[in-house]
């Protein structure tokens, strides 16, 4: 099939290069002439695990190629995906001038039947408009689809690959036969490609990403209880994740949910909800919550040290919002940092990805390590926001030596109870009580 991918983002070149994987002629278009020309040059510009090989394979075997021009990037395409920025604007709501603008376009030149497919994550009723907007000049005939991506960033080429379900919302028999020919190859272990109406697939994606955000934000409200209870939250997590109506996933209490998707789609929900005059009551408290949990480590930080963190060293292991990137939004890392700094202390970072991004934002504000336990030596203590593996299992006799006061603040509970107490830790972590060896 030939394939047109406009917008060549995260979703974007995943989509293209998976597409082009599945044996397809794939032709990424971008406005920005800058990152086109890296992409024809070979390089890519995210980081994404497992996608340069994909890439450099289908970009050598002519699969997988890029332009700046959309007239030449859709020519013959049967399918265009429109995987556009969709920036949330004051109010919440998705700003749409982007696809618009493209859907605008190829209204003017689209010489043949071809599906448009809305890739990115955006409000019901967008496939509507985009649907006027191409109408608008359009000479031929065309449809719109809506095709919503659930990746993960760090595994979103297994995602892609290997998909739980396809959610397809159209109502042309014409287009859907289309989709099913595009996904056959990707969905052979029996997972369905769901079809559905435009709008309940726009909705499928909200409603999918407002559920997970709600279930971590549960379980991290049932941390917060457990620490007055006296409970633990890592068994209360065992304990209800193998009921199979519940389900293991998506239950780990933590420093908050953070990335490009949960707190920017919770928040476009919530907008949806109040122009439909509905109040959506559990988003508000989700939201909310995820608030107060970002800054959830930083009363213990202050009460170890007695609220005088002047000219203390703090270490922070892990910048990125989750492993396996280097993105930073709505890191939960950059607002601790900012106000560790705001009190007065010195702060040294190590993350295996994230630094370059970071230094980007805060310059030499604070002190980039190339080495975890680098990050550690002469510091008062240490605080932990990225469940990296190389941070699991480290040498803790070697941190201990390091640090000036063996204490952990730990955002992702990493560690086991029983083991920082043998080690004479003191030890914070997130629903779990705190281990205290003066206690012992
Ligand atoms: C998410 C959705 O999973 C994906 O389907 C959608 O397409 C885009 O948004 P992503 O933002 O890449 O993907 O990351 P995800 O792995 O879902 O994690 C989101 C956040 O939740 C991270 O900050 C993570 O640390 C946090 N999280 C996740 C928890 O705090 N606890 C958990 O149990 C799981």
Redesign the pocket.
């Known amino acids: 099939m030939k394939i047109a991918v406009v917008g060549t983002g995260y979703v974007g070149l995943v989509t293209g290069t998976c597409f082009a994987e599945t044996g397809n002629q794939v032709v990424c278009v971008d406005i920005d002439e800058r990152k086109v020309k890296m992409l024809q040059g070979g390089e890519i510009p995210i980081y994404e695990p497992g996608l340069d090989v994909l890439f450099d394979r289908n970009v050598a075997e002519g699969r997988l190629q890029f332009t700046t021009n959309l007239s030449e990037g859709i020519k013959e395409a049967e399918v265009i995906f429109l995987a556009l920025p969709t920036p949330p604007g004051e109010d919440g709501s998705a700003d749409l001038k982007y696809i618009l603008k493209v859907a605008d376009d190829l209204g003017n030149i689209l010489d043949h039947y071809a599906v448009v497919i809305d890739k990115s994550t955006v409000p019901v009723g967008t496939a509507e408009k985009v649907t006027a907007a191409i109408a608008k000049n359009a000479k031929v005939d065309f449809d719109v689809v809506s095709n919503p991506?659930?990746?993960?960033?760090?595994v979103a080429v297994e995602d892609f690959m290997k998909p739980d379900r396809v959610v397809v919302g159209t109502t042309s028999a014409k287009a859907k036969k289309i989709m099913e020919k595009l996904y056959a190859p990707l969905v052979r272990q029996g997972n369905p490609v769901i079809f559905m109406d435009e709008r309940s697939a726009e909705m499928t994606k909200y409603a999918?990403?407002s559920f997970?955000a709600m279930k971590?934000t549960f379980?991290n409200e049932i941390a917060n209880l457990c620490e007055k209870v006296g409970a633990n939250v890592d068994d209360i997590r065992r304990g209800i994740g193998t009921d199979s109506r519940i389900g293991k996933?998506?239950?780990?209490a933590?420093i908050?949910?953070?990335?490009?998707?949960?707190p920017k789609d919770v928040q476009a929900l919530a907008k949806t909800s109040a122009d439909y005059d509905y109040d959506f009551r559990i988003l508000k408290s989700v939201m909310d919550v995820n608030y107060d949990q970002k800054k959830k480590l930083l009363p213990m930080v202050n009460s170890y040290f007695n609220n005088d963190l002047k000219g203390k060293t703090i270490a922070v292991w892990g910048l990125a919002?989750?492993p396996y990137t280097d993105d930073i939004r709505e890191a939960p890392a950059l607002e601790n940092i900012e106000a560790l700094l705001q009190a007065g202390a010195q702060v040294v970072v190590y993350d295996p990805e994230a630094m370059a991004n970071v230094k980007g934002l805060l310059g030499d504000q604070i002190t980039y390590c190339h080495t975890p336990y680098a990050a550690l030596d002469d510091a008062d203590g240490l605080m932990i926001f990225t469940e990296w593996p190389q941070f699991r299992t480290p040498e803790f006799d070697k941190m201990g030596k390091l640090l000036k006061n063996k204490v952990i603040f730990d955002g992702r509970n990493l560690y086991e109870l029983e083991q920082m107490k043998e080690l004479g830790y003191t030890y914070f972590s997130i629903g779990r009580g705190c281990v205290d060896p003066q206690e012992a």
């Open positions: 991506e659930f990746l993960r960033e760090g999918a990403n997970l971590i379980m996933r998506f239950l780990f933590g908050g949910y953070g990335g490009s998707c949960f919002f989750k």
